[in-house]
């Protein structure tokens, strides 16, 4: 699966974040106007560019950054470590997104993080593992993620529906602290605001086999970059410190689009952290 961002998204986000204009950004990186943004647009470039100075500008990690120019991509993951857990893609007018659905074996109750696009996906594999659908745990309210909401609550009348919204119902309202049971799998929120106000992430564990924990953590963070700080992205990179970076290296990491990663990867890798 291709990144959500190429490099010149990256440094895109970056330099609007950090206030800096495309002319003293081109001339640090030693290219044109022009060539930096093409840079931005396409992730593509056949001159030089100082990456050291450039990422120092706008607040990104010099190597990282350029191990990103070069082609880095997060190594594959193999969800068989996870048998209980399945990543569901669904794309609409050009935007793909992801959802999970993850499972008890012996209760057969299962948990959807957010929705996707559609429900078909969702409900074929319900139906191909015989699961209930107990549980929607939704990251943040933009509409790509929790598009085929209704339509499924209508096909699982009885679920559960959380997530970091204020709401009037304390049933759809979670907080930190608050431990879910999908059977003997543990579902604990940690706020994540940034990308947006009700932005949270929700860690699996107690997975079978020993696997590792599993967080999912919407739009906060991709492989290789971070999510649009529409609320705020010095917030958002201070919810992913706290919230994120202090869990297990080992844990997998299933991002609102792009492919999966982990916590150790994006700590070595992810350009917007030192």
Known sequence: ????????????????????????????AGISVNDLANLEATGQIEKPVDWDRLAALVGLHGRKLALLASGWSPARVDLATWQELRQIITTQEGNTVNCYLAWDPATRQAALFDTGWMEAPVVELLQKYRLRLDHIFVTHHHHDHVAALDALRRHAPSVQFHSGLKSNSSKTRISPGDMVPIGNLHVCPRPTPGHSADSMIYLIENFPENAPPVAV???????????RGFQSADLLKTSIRAQIFSLPNNTLL???HGPLTTVGEQKDYNPFFG
């Open 1 to 28: 699966m291709m990144l959500e961002d190429h490099v010149g998204d990256v440094i895109h986000k970056a330099r609007r974040t950090a206030n800096v204009p495309e002319e003293l950004a081109s001339k640090t």
């Open 217 to 227: 953590v919407g739009d906060t963070l991709f492989a290789g970059s971070i999510g």
């Open 254 to 256: 299933c991002p609102g």
